[in-house]
């Protein structure tokens, strides 16, 4: 490196907190064949929103034994599946010390501490503490909203209209193949078909609103419904999506 490129420079790195949104996969038990079947399954149901993901194994539900944990069978699995595993939280001792064999990440369980995370000033102490899922959105100006991106265009089947800081407001339709996401809420002022995810830095309290619900894919926080769910209540109507205890609740936008 040249003496000009390094001018003022006296390390060759830093650490800085960064809060990453990640899925968790909540486990109840492991069986090597049923759990490459399911994840097939998964995948099947929404293909492309899994791709090179990071996941963490939450073993907070986990009701089998501690010996039939093989988290490198696991880690084989995702892999398969460009899913990438990089840690586990919860679990007790023996099953942390597992994961630990495995050269995971050890996460605290709890998910009221993510909660309390959510709702508290964002400092310098909270941004360095691990991350579990979801993680909420770092605020840089507490003061000031960031702004909204707009689009007046349709997005076209294959397209990717990505706002990392705060809400995306369509004035057009969303094609089928086309992905929005959204730190904070997606609104969509047309038919939606394609796939969007609001909340992805863990905003708990995003939604998703559109006129016309037809979409392939709705997340927020992590959480997802895929088309065939989203039909059994407001489809091609009027309709906003939430988070409520873990669940996506669709309402018609008029009883809102």
Known sequence: MSETAVSGVKQCFQLKSANVSMTALELYFFDNDDFESTLRDKISQAPGFFKDIPLIISLEKYEGLSSELDFFKIIGACRRHNIHVIGVRGG???????????SLALLPGGNQRDRDI???????SAATEPTGNPTPARVENPGEPAPAKIINQPVR???QVYAPDGDLIILAPVQAGAEVLAAGNVHVYGPLRGRALAGIHGAEHARVFCQSLEAELVSIAGHYKISEDLQDNGWKTAVQIQLRDDLLVVTPLEKA
């Open 157 to 159: 089947s294959g397209q």
């Open 92 to 102: 007790n001792d023996d099953q942390r010390r597992l994961a630990r064999g495995a």
């Open 118 to 124: 959510d709702t508290a000033p964002a400092t310098e």
